[in-house]
Nanobody, 114 residues
């Protein structure tokens, strides 16, 4: 499975972005999907995850500003981000897992700056 992210860019503080992740193969409900991010000089961290049953989990630090969703029929994963802050800056990665197999996208840069 290849994952391709899109939708990153430069946005002002308080702005919004919607990231998309497209899979080249079926990412059925058996796959767990997630978004991770890596800020400069920091370790990669989990932002949000979603199961095949659409159960979601989020990093505590997000305070409800992000929303993850999936369209398994279209092999798509989304991350809606609002009220963006400079500390949200980083490379955002799409992640998929099924059993012991894991897959990563190449990442998309999100920069929050005035």
């Amino acid at each position: 499975v290849q994952l391709v992210e899109s939708g990153g860019g430069l946005v002002q503080p308080g702005g919004s972005l919607r990231l998309s992740c497209s899979a080249t193969e079926s990412i059925s409900g058996f796959y767990t999907l997630a978004w991770y991010r890596q800020a400069p000089g920091k370790q990669r961290e989990l932002v949000a995850g979603i199961s095949g049953l659409h159960t979601t989990n989020y990093a505590d630090s997000l305070s409800g500003r992000f929303s993850i969703s999936r369209d398994s029929a279209k092999n798509l994963l989304y991350l809606q981000m609002i009220s963006l802050k400079p500390e949200d800056t980083g490379v955002y990665y799409c992640y998929a897992a099924i059993g012991s197999d894991t897959y990563w996208g190449q990442g998309t840069q999100v920069t929050v700056s005035s």
